[in-house]
């Protein structure tokens, strides 16, 4: 089992759509959390961090559940430059990345 | 003025050889990682040095061997390539009292095409 699993995907949108990313974490020791945004052929980019009260930055809203070691993260407003592969991180020490899950925003 | 750098950006050299990848920061973090990202695009922790002392060593080929002349720069040789070889790999770098806050500085990537 992946220490940090997400669905793939592709999600392919049309702009102005909302959407939802779901994450599941293996090591109850993580400590912290984050979403990623990683470009085609780009470095991984922290998008934000993510915490037990939930946390909103403009149309990014990240929330964990610890008791599910559960991690989502919902864009609103869907805009083309959303397009990218979104990261879910575990911190047990180490950055424990996820596979990504690929977004594609259509006109 | 780039904050984590790699050299070289492409690679493309044939089985058996040896070759080198290296990474420097300018951000005055103590700590620094190598990640390898597969073409299924999953990103796996190699390495981590903190202040030149290893301290993350995952399961991973000894043919892969790691540098650090100081905590500004980190190198990573590679022995003996094989086409499995063939990846991005990533350098990155941290505080590693700061890891909670806001994870990794990444470089750009070497992208690795072992023929």
């Not at chain 1, 919902?74 to 397009?83: H, N, T």
């Not at chain 2, 892969?64 to 990573?76: C, G, I, V």
């Not at chain 2, 003996?80 to 790999?89: I, R």
């Amino acid at each position: 089992r992946k220490e940090v699993e997400q669905d793939p995907g592709p999600f392919n949108v049309p702009e102005g759509a909302t959407v939802a990313f779901n994450c599941t974490y293996s090591n109850s020791a993580s400590q912290s959390f984050f979403w990623y945004r990683q470009d085609c052929r780009k470095e991984p980019k922290l998008l934000m961090s993510v915490y037990s009260s939930g946390n909103e930055d403009g149309r990014f809203t990240a929330q964990l559940n610890r008791a599910s070691q559960y991690i989502s993260l919902l864009i609103r407003d869907s805009k083309l430059s959303d397009s990218a592969t979104y990261l879910c991180v575990a911190n047990p020490g180490k950055l424990i990345f996820g596979q990504g899950t690929e977004l594609s925003v259509k006109p | 003025d780039t904050a984590v750098s790699q050299t070289p950006k492409y690679l493309v050299t044939q089985m058996g050889n040896d070759k080198s990848i290296k990474c420097e920061q300018n951000l005055g973090h103590d700590t620094m990682y190598w990640y390898k990202q597969d073409s299924k695009k999953f990103l796996k922790i190699m390495f981590s040095y903190n202040n030149k002392e290893l301290i993350i060593n995952e399961t991973v080929p000894n043919r892969f061997s790691p540098k650090s002349p100081d905590k500004a720069h980190l190198n990573l040789h590679i022995n003996s390539l094989e086409l499995g070889d063939s990846a991005v790999y990533f350098c990155a770098s941290s505080h590693l009292s700061s890891l909670g806050d806001g994870g990794y500085t990444f470089g750009s990537g070497t992208r690795l095409t072992v023929v």
